[in-house]
């Protein structure tokens, strides 16, 4: 199982970016997809964004695309999130995810602990 470690969530104000990291604890495999999935208070967890390995596929929501870019790097084992025009909706735990494909959170099989990110308005 690769463990997966995110950062650099953080306090922001409305219209402000943050960039997340997370590092897996070993080299992952070609197939290895990762994505980014969110949990607002009192809601469910939805997705976000997801990447290949090769990361010439990527995947958004709908309420993140154009403000939002995953990336990755894999000689860091290093997938990112650059979140810009932050919105107070974006508010949430921000959780790493590993292994699986595309937007359903089920089909991943590494999850990070999650990083808060709290967007002021």
């Known amino acids: 199982q690769v463990q997966l470690v995110e950062s650099g969530g953080g306090l922001v104000q409305a219209g402000g970016s943050l960039r997340l990291s997370c590092v897996a604890s070993?080299?992952?495999?070609?197939?290895?997809?990762m994505g980014w999935f969110r949990q607002a208070s009192g809601k469910e967890r939805d997705f976000v964004a997801a990447i290949s390995w090769s990361g010439s596929v990527t995947y958004y929501a709908d309420s993140v695309k154009g403000r939002f870019t995953i990336s990755r790097d894999n000689a860091k084992n290093t997938v990112y999130l650059q979140m810009n025009s932050l919105k107070p909706e974006d508010t949430a735990v921000y959780y790493c995810?590993?292994?699986?494909?595309?937007?359903?959170?089920?089909?991943?099989?590494?999850w990070g602990q999650g990083t808060q990110v709290t967007v002021s308005s």
């Open positions: 995810a590993g292994g699986g494909l595309g937007v359903r959170g089920s089909s991943y099989k590494d």
């Open positions: 070993a080299r992952t495999a070609s197939s290895y997809a």
